[in-house]
């Protein structure tokens, strides 16, 4: 329903015909159909939606409240509320074939995002110039503060040039992938038992030397079968799993 | 570009000696055993120190990559098998289209009373006859897997009449009985191998293998098997490819 389209006044200024907080709603849908507001970064907050509209900030929460319920924004608290782009019917996530079996409560938290040139070897993986610029993500899960697994991420910064507004803290990348419509299309997986470094199992919580470690691998593909994301995660094998569903082809 | 040299703070000279040394073995497709150049060479050719490429190579041997021969250099480590999760496909056929040869000797094979455990997996009324064969699988002349097999002596009667070091379990299944897989659910987790494990998988005790668990079902949603799998860690890798249906 667009409220105020017929009125001739702009739609983004708040008029008395209508509830206020549809009417912010609107104006709030709009900017983001428009690419104002972009997928991946915070909307201002209430109290700067409540100062540039003049209206209260019960107003502004029940515009905000009836978008999360859309699923167009999504709310992460002490962060602020962001903007979710529309989902694609199969996610990134359906493809990768390794399901890991987590603790029901778990989280993750990034440790370094930087922007690094490619060096010899993800020159090779990306098929890029050695001296273009890559972002190297690392994040570790962590369940009840013990690390369950970590993850190296490598993307080269053509592919999303915008990643450093969207915070990945907040989203994952495939979620960033969605939003800029960057499509994977295909996924290529190996887990194998490693030895792992001695970093490695210092960071994943000094893991014995008698448990073994996982390694993941993935590469996502694009539709010319350019890789345009690499991720090695490290599991420890006494605290995940993994689950594979198998169809007859 | 002031840019360009504040991003090249940022790769250490051990991180970038390891993705040298480890596009060196991408690029070069170096077959197994084959030895990579001496250290010192390395250091010349990459230009950095001894220490910074001794923890390169040392982080390769770690990830499975290389291995250290005493005495006589460092080597390429011998490529692990894929264990392909494209789908249901009997291991048998799998190993054949990758043209790796593969032999199958039985270890056991016995008539139980349905147990909980598996009751749960097989929907088999407990106490009700079930088969459970134990398999050991040679892959290029090495024992790689231990496989163990449940399934209900009523969907499948007299199986001990089948070959099953010549036929494989999926074919009889197919052929004789009329059941035929068509998916399944795998659980892939590590764990160690006991005594007697490790003994038939010449490795060493305790040493960690794949410990695969699944179920397979017919089209009829009946679960057909129950298995367990133990997979050399140091053999294989599980591998899948996916790609985004169509529409």
Redesign the interface.
Known sequence: MRSNSASGESENTINYKTPIYLQLREIIRNKIEDGEYTPGTAIPSENELSETYGINRITVRNAINALVNEGLLRSVQGKGVFVIGNKAEETIAELNSFIPVLPKQFSIKEQVKEIRPAGDLFATLFNIGVSEPIYSIVQIVLSNAEPISYDEIYIPVAVVPQLQVASSSVFSIDDIFEFYDIEVSSVRQNLEIITGTQKTRHILGDVPPEIAIMKLESSYLDNRGQVIEYKSSFVRSDTCSFKVFLDAK | MEN?SL??N??SPRT?AV??L???L??NHLPANSKIPSERDLCKLWNVNRTTLRFAV??L????KLYRKKGAGTFVAEA?L?RN?????SFASEMRQQGTALTTKILSFRTLECTKQISKKLHVTLGNKIYEIIRLRHVQGQPCIIETTYINAETFPNFENYNLEKDSMYSIFTNIYKK???????????T?ATKEEAAFLEIEP?S???FAT?V?MSSENEPLEYYKLLFR?DR??????????ED
């Open positions: 360009k991003m090249e940022k790769t970038n993705e040298k480890e596009n060196y991408l690029v040392d982080m041997i770690d990830s499975g692990k894929p999760l494209l789908g249901v496909n035929k897989i068509i998916r399944g659910e795998e659980n892939i987790s590590v160690y305790d960690p293998v794949f699944g397979t860690a294989f890798k599980f591998v899948s490819v996916t790609h985004r249906r």
